[in-house]
């Protein structure tokens, strides 16, 4: 009973060489290969922006692109064998251990890779597990899967001076000094005085 209840580790080296062969070309969510994708709905969304925009300027925020979601129906018999050796067992029947498996995968937010027939995606989330469980599934699995992408930020560092109002390529041009304005009482003083109201 211990081997049954075991922890899954659903992370996978997707370098592994049974794995390696046929990454690319199966359909699998993160190096799992189940028994039947029945549908996968693909969706990729430009979010445009609401706020004006100046005709003939140069625009770059007016749009941009959503996490994209991927929504697979997949299936699972207890009678059939995995397409690679060692996937979904170990527990009560291969149904009951690949939803576990889905359910690890969610479980522990790491994005994975996902290969269909239309693309591959990164750095992919499991969102909703959907399964129902009635009298049709009773030796199978149909359940549907939602994920979505985890937008990744690139980040680079740039060197700035320690003053940064004061860069090395900086075109100062021609410095001269300017006599400040007088005013009027200065004017009328040095007119007196002889005096200049205002030190050079």
Known sequence: M???????????????????????????????????????????????????????????????????????????????????????????????QAFKVLKALQASRVPIQVHTRLGTYQNMLIEVISAPDDYKTMFGLRCTVTMRELLVAQVKTVKISARPTVTSDANRGVQESQQPNQSLLSIWLEQITGNSAISS
Do not use: C
């Open 2 to 96: 211990a081997d049954k209840d075991q922890k899954i580790n659903p992370i996978l080296d997707l370098n592994a060489p049974n794995i390696r062969r046929l990454v690319y070309l199966k359909t699998n969510i993160g190096g799992w290969f189940m028994d039947a994708f029945i549908r996968s709905t693909h969706t990729s969304r430009l979010k445009i922006t609401s706020h004006p925009t100046q005709v003939g300027a140069n625009v770059t925020d007016h749009a941009y692109l959503e996490p994209r979601e991927l929504v697979m129906e997949v299936g699972m018999t207890d009678v059939a064998k995995s397409i690679i050796k060692g996937q979904f067992t170990g527990g009560y029947s291969r149904s009951v």
